[in-house]
């Protein structure tokens, strides 16, 4: 691609950078080249002859503050796939989920265990960005019903909305799965042939810093599946005891470093309270005896980020994660018809854990007719794709058929 560069003063700005060019430093470049010689400071300005893909002749790229990009929106350049042809490609290749994408998680493999069929009533229970609803509406046809949940209700509109253009027949209601009685009585379905549920975030709510699910870019400190809930991540943490976030960040996020973190974090809420997502971030690795710059230099490509887990039991104690899930699965039997199968995708050991306890102990009590005691796992080549399914489990089970 092409540069233009201005004049300065009269000077062509390539014949007065040849002219010094043993006497300037490049300070930053980006629309501009700001230069720094021991006699002032120039900046030189430099565009693009074909920006935009070559079809918006000497626009220049957005301006950010400071020499390296900080909001969500600049940092990424994948939100901008068009501009940056192959972007997408290039990090994938690199083991990363590009930001603002989802791709749902073992796909195949769910739709190989629930096996739906012409004529079913489906119940995904975590729609989202309707990645695996699109799936099952596919199977079960316009003879089928689809139903789905979502805590999120904003996404929720939005994701109907786009199937519902595709052509796709959906009925949709903002409630946890916890309330999934309720939801089946005001469907005015008798049950369901097939329960699903995905109980990781969508990987468009992670990226998104307003929702401050994530310790990689900074954001209000919230949390919230359900933006109608009151409570935030940073009015639980004002709330809370030591001895309650040790045990959550243990249980929860399987931290060993619970004890130290809980501690910074109760004293730094007595006199400067916690509200940015970075705060806690920087506060974890102060915990840990660990700087950004150092863990960046001596981690590796499988390296947990030493906030990964705090961030994990935190969001699921604002959203109440393990009261809901153990509510979805004692409807379980109440709901599915006979024969019916329900799928369930977990990211994190705890949840794991109570979902196979709970299809070990229904399989021996006779309530189902086959259920995973072994999970399934995404394959080597999902992982390289999508980096985010690698601690994705996926159990099944089957109702027995008398029940």
Known sequence: MGKTARAIDGVPAIEFAQQNSGRLKIIEYDATLTIHMPDGRFRLAVEDDMADNGNTPGKRRPRYRGTHPRRYEERYKELRARDYPGITEHIRAQGRTPAGTHIPVMLDTVMERLAPKPGEIVIDCTLGYGGHARYFARRIGSTGRLIALDADAAQLEITASQMEEEGISISVYPRNFEALDSVTRDAGVPGANIIFADLGLSSMQIDDPNRGFSYKCDGPLDMRMDQRQIQTAAELLRRTTSEELIRALTDLGDEPAAQAISEAIIAR?????????????????????????AWQQQRDDTDLHPAARTFQAIRMLVNRETTALSRLLKALPRIL??????????????????????????????????????????????????????PAKFRWAILAANS
Do not use: C, M
């Open 269 to 293: 809420q007595t006199n400067n309270p916690l509200t940015r997502t970075w705060e806690l971030a920087d506060l974890i690795f102060r915990a840990k005896g660990l700087t950004r710059r």
């Open 337 to 390: 018809l006979p024969g019916g199968r329900v799928g369930i995708l977990t990211f994190h050991s705890g949840e794991d854990r109570l979902v196979k306890q709970y299809l070990r102990d229904a399989l021996r009590g006779g309530v189902f007719d086959a259920a995973a005691i072994d999970p399934d796992r995404p394959s080597p080549a999902e992982v390289a794709a999508n980096p985010r399914s690698r």
